[in-house]
């Protein structure tokens, strides 16, 4: 069974800081390369930071130098640490597979990210 569980989010005011979580569930997680995603209102879910099993990470220049994406192998665990946030990054942020399609296979609830003051 799959399953993938974010946590973390909440409200903040912007130049704060916030750590997302999201453990998984299900074997075809523990080895993939994993990814952050982030939706906003009326806008299509964007795939923003990965990870590869071997740590190696990648990320969009809109979040560069503020996220940083992490993993606990043995947890089967993803993180996203998120510093200077600004209120273009509110949006439900979705843990899944690097390459995952939004509206296509499993995906979990997500965890509200609200930057504002």
């Known amino acids: 069974q799959v399953q993938l569980v974010e946590s973390g989010g909440g409200l903040v005011q912007p130049g704060g800081s916030l750590r997302l979580s999201c453990a998984a569930s299900g074997s075809i997680y523990s080895t993939a390369s994993m990814g952050w995603y982030r939706q906003a209102p009326g806008k299509q879910r964007e795939l923003f930071a990965t990870?590869?099993?071997?740590?190696?990470?990648g990320d969009v220049d809109s979040v560069k130098g503020r996220f940083t994406i992490s993993r606990d192998n043995a947890r089967i665990t993803v993180y996203l640490q998120m510093n200077s946030l600004k209120p273009e990054d509110t949006a439900v942020y979705f843990c899944?597979?690097?390459?995952?399609?939004?509206?296509?296979?499993?995906w979990g609830r997500g965890t509200q990210v609200t930057v504002s003051s």
């Open positions: 899944n597979r690097a390459g995952a399609i939004a509206n296509i296979g499993y």
């Open positions: 990870i590869t099993r071997g740590g190696s990470t």
